[in-house]
């Protein structure tokens, strides 16, 4: 997005999806894509590098730079 939040309304509990930055702002790298899902408790979880899900607390999820 041009201000840097979206938010995602209709997803199916359980199904992973994939956010991934396709284009970033001038001057930036693409930040890594992320694998997620809607928990049946409409909590987000996050795929963590070794398979397994971290619960967000704020149901925000959130793209960072990779680190250099």
Not at 10 to 20: I, K, N, P
């Amino acid at each position: 997005t041009d201000k840097g939040s979206l938010i995602i309304h209709g997803l199916l509990a359980e199904e992973e999806y994939t956010l991934s930055e396709t284009r970033p702002a001038d001057g930036y790298a693409t930040a890594n894509s992320i694998v997620f899902r809607v928990a049946d408790s409409n909590k987000v979880e996050v795929k963590q590098e070794d398979g397994t899900w971290k619960t967000k607390d704020n149901n925000h999820v959130i793209i960072r730079l990779p680190l250099s």
